[in-house]
């Protein structure tokens, strides 16, 4: 069993930063493929960005690229999101996940194993 728990939210300006970190606890983390989603009120939940277990392979989704950095440091068990210019649509709670699956970067929540109990995210106009 994997504990996610995120940090790091918040209500920001537009164009503003944000750095949302997601601490693993209770698992070999290195093994697990690590992916960030969101959900604003009223929307399913979306795919943000993912990364391999090495950090050496990432994903976006298009609405972030550019934008958004997804790191994790392997020794202190820890994903990060950074986050720029960020936007009123970026605006909702992020999840991280967990994916014990680690030959693909899956993009869909179900393929996911383990979740954090996210973060509220606030972008102001």
């Known amino acids: 069993q994997v504990l996610l728990v995120e940090s790091g939210g918040g209500l920001v300006q537009a164009g503003g930063s944000l750095r949302l970190s997601c601490a693993a606890s209770?698992?070999?983390?290195?093994?697990?493929?690590m992916g960030w989603f969101r959900q604003a009120p009223g929307k399913e939940r979306e795919f943000v960005a993912a990364?391999?277990?090495?950090?050496?392979?990432?994903h976006y989704a298009d609405s972030v690229k550019g934008r958004f950095t997804i790191s994790r440091d392997n020794a202190k068990n820890t994903v990060y999101l950074q986050m720029n210019t960020l936007k009123p649509e970026d605006t909702a709670v992020y999840y991280c996940?967990?994916?014990?699956?680690?030959?693909?970067?899956?993009?869909?929540?179900?393929?996911?194993?383990?979740w954090g109990q996210g973060t509220q995210v606030t972008v102001s106009s």
């Open positions: 209770g698992g070999t983390f290195r093994r697990y493929t």
């Open positions: 990364l391999n277990w090495s950090g050496g392979r990432t």
């Open positions: 996940a967990a994916d014990g699956l680690t030959i693909v970067i899956h993009t869909t929540p179900e393929e996911y194993d383990y």
